[in-house]
């Protein structure tokens, strides 16, 4: 039996979803969070199977998500739709719920946060709400897993019993005659399209177009429908989508009136209102957050991060020298013992030194997002996105790319318009990623000790500059026309679970764990492989005279005017497409062929710092991984992938050009 979940953004969805199936999705406090719909099998109750279906706050479906989510409910049938609704905002997450019904489907409803509605003082009846609605409701707190039960027992007794919600009427007045006569001419056609008839019959009066195609109306059918929707236009003095908003809102008041008891104002909302006033001030909101980002950054380089990952690749080292000198004592092959230290180890051991850093970066990130705060930059990021033609919508999946882009270009679908679609998709890659960490680490530890965190953050701004910067350009060019409105509601202030944020954490430090032992462990025996052999395939005593070489020298004078033009650098970026923290373990085994440590200084002796600078911003800018490229091909098709893959790169290349040549002038 198929249960769907269903719920406005930030109601605690996949807060339920984790405490009904007892996996570990991802928990985030800002709107848009997931977007695919996830399935589990509910703990204790083997035979239901739960679908998280993405948030959203209306039927109407205005974004890729409510099409997926009304297309899901009218295909599937589920058995049985949870409907979760945050109480502290109830009179608004009732919107959706009134849809349901209208709908027709079997409803539970589960309120949660109750005890945060609790702690302000605040009461809900729930035998009257449950009462006014014709549907189960179960009072819940997700996040404390109280009330789960309860809310099971409910499920499996309505998805047993089979019944759908009894057709409750809500309309009133005008809007009702309406609803009922056009009810009377689509009977059929509602019949012959499988759609339940009074949903039908309210989306035509509201003007719904899949609606209006679905039915295929005769033109006769159509005439009299417009007539019905513009007497009741003319009588009510609102458009027919307001009308019908009214009336739904006017229903969920009246029921909220006598089943919601508010204390006054809630301590919460205060608070937050107060945080608000400092942190979304006109003037302040910008250079607040970034002082935030900057001090975040200082403190995962340049204080907490770096320290543990010098300790950490301390360990490493300590440990492949156990092996080294195990290997020596036992004769084992000299190529098998090369491979091993030399490939192996200093190609894995490389990119694991820097597990730390990222652990704590997302660490910070992880407490910014799950206390609220990030809500608030999309909503003032919203007014400076306009600018380059993008809304405040657009800044969720591009914060999601600062930690991997491949889940953030999925988050377009969030979006409203292709065209902000397709926009937002070519600006993710600007939002370096994290797995490019490893590498800006390692080039500011080998040329800017001293200013870690702060050549840290300017990468960062540079790659956000340029996205800018490609932003503008292509409003002027391509781009044409206006965003989507954007409204987002700013969820309260909470602090942090700690367990949402340690959740988050370790699920970082396992992808970049998996990612180290498949990806980068077969990438540094490729790459030692071919640094070893010539095209002879005889084992060479100097890496420059292997095919590695020889592939890499093709390749270089492209690189040439950048300053970096070898065959060493010009390899590690080649590699650097299969996953970016490639780029340090081929230059691990190439450069210091086992010694982590010192990797760093042995760079500073082959470049300049110029160089090094030149190679992060190309770093920084070119090609994404071929993971990535696979979700933008499957957003916008192959085509235009290529495209924006080719471009991405020359736009790379200017800017390493430009850092390099301009340096060079002014040194
Ligand atoms: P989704 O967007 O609907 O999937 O919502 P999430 O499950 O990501 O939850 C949004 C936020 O609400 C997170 O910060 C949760 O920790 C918090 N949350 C969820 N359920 C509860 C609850 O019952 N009580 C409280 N106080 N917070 C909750
Ligand atoms: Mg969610």
């Given at each position: ?40 099998q ?22 890729a ?8 409910l ?57 009462k ?9 707190s ?7 039960d ?81 007497d ?22 009246e ?77 084992i ?17 490389s ?35 306009r ?5 405040g ?47 800006y ?23 956000i ?26 969820p ?18 396992k ?12 990438a ?6 071919l640094?070893?052999?010539d ?21 270089a004078?492209?690189f ?13 970026l ?9 780029v ?26 110029l ?57």
């Amino acid at each position: 039996m198929i249960i769907a979940l269903l719920g406005n953004p930030n109601a605690g969805k996949t807060t339920l979803f984790n405490a009904l199936t007892g996996s570990n999705q991802h928990v985030g406090n800002f709107p848009g969070v997931t977007v695919e719909k996830k399935e589990g099998q509910i703990k204790g109750a083997p035979d239901f199977t739960l679908v998280d279906l993405p948030g959203i706050y209306s039927l109407s479906p205005y974004t890729a998500e409510e099409v997926v989510t009304r297309d899901f409910l009218l295909d599937q049938h589920p058995s049985a739709v949870i409907n979760i609704v945050d109480a502290t905002n109830i009179e608004r997450n009732l919107y959706l719920t009134v849809q349901l019904m209208e709908l027709g489907v079997p409803v539970v409803v589960a309120l949660n946060m109750m005890d945060e509605v609790r702690a302000n003082g605040d009461s809900i009846d729930v035998r009257v709400l449950s009462k006014g609605l014709g549907l189960r409701v179960v009072p819940i707190s997700a996040s404390k897993a109280e009330g789960v039960d309860a809310l099971l027992e409910q499920v499996r007794a309505l998805a047993e019993q089979g019944d759908r919600s009894k057709a409750l009427d809500l309309c009133t007045g005008e809007v009702h005659k309406a609803i009922h006569s056009v009810a009377h001419i689509i009977e059929d056609h509602a019949q012959a399209a499988g759609l339940p008839m009074r949903y039908a019959a309210t989306k035509v009066v509201e003007g719904d177009e899949p609606t209006l195609a679905q039915l295929q109306l005769h033109e006769a059918e159509k005439d009299i429908i417009h007539h019905i929707v513009e007497d009741m236009e003319k009588n009510l003095g609102t458009d027919r989508e307001a009308a019908l908003a009214d009336m739904r809102y006017a229903f969920i008041e009246e029921l909220c009136f006598k089943a919601v008891h508010r204390s006054g104002h809630s301590k919460e909302q205060e608070r937050s209102e107060r945080i608000d006033r400092v942190l979304t001030h006109k003037v302040w909101a910008i250079p607040i957050f970034l002082a935030v980002m900057v001090a975040v950054f200082v403190l995962t380089f340049g204080v907490i991060g770096a320290a543990l990952s010098d300790w950490f690749s301390m360990g490493i080292d300590g440990l492949t020298g156990l092996l080294d000198q195990g290997l020596t004592a036992l004769h084992i092959n000299q190529a098998i013992h090369s491979l091993l230290i030399e490939g192996v180890c200093a190609g894995v051991g490389s990119v694991l030194s820097f597990l730390p850093t990222i652990v704590v970066l997302f660490f910070f990130l992880s407490i910014l997002e799950d206390s609220g705060y990030m809500a608030r930059v999309a909503f003032v990021m919203d007014k400076l996105l306009r600018k380059i033609g993008l809304s405040g919508r657009s800044f969720v999946p591009m914060l999601i790319g600062f930690g991997c882009s491949v889940p953030a270009v999925m988050a377009t679908r969030t979006l409203a318009s292709e065209r902000d679609r397709r926009m937002t998709i070519l600006l993710i890659p600007f939002m370096s990623c994290s797995a490019k960490l490893p590498i800006y680490s390692l080039i500011t530890a080998a040329f800017f000790p001293r200013h870690a965190g702060l050549v840290m953050s300017g990468l960062y701004v540079l790659g956000i500059l340029c996205g800018i910067l490609y932003g503008l350009l292509l409003k002027k060019l391509f781009f044409k026309g206006k965003p989507v409105p954007f409204v987002m509601e700013l969820p309260a202030y909470r602090f942090p679970s700690p367990k949402t944020v340690l959740l988050h954490c370790w699920e970082k430090a396992k992808d970049f764990l998996v990612k180290a032992f498949t990806i980068i462990f077969m990438a540094s025996i490729v790459i030692w492989i071919l640094q070893s052999f010539d095209l002879r395939l005889m084992m060479v005593s100097n890496s420059a005279d292997s095919m590695l070489a020889d592939i890499g020298r093709l390749l270089a004078p492209v690189f040439a005017p950048l300053g970096f033009g070898d065959w060493i650098s010009a390899t590690a970026l080649v590699t650097g497409l299969t996953a970016k923290e490639a780029v340090v373990s081929t230059l691990a085994v190439l450069v210091s062929g086992g010694d982590v440590a010192a990797l760093p200084s042995i760079l500073a002796s082959l470049y300049t710092p110029l160089e090094g600078l030149a190679f992060v911003c190309f770093t920084l800018l070119y090609m994404p991984c071929v993971a990535t490229m696979a979700a933008v091909r499957r957003e916008v098709g192959a085509g235009r992938a290529l495209v924006y893959m080719l471009t991405q790169t020359a736009v790379a290349w200017v800017v390493g050009c430009l850092v390099f040549q301009v340096g060079s002038l002014l040194l």
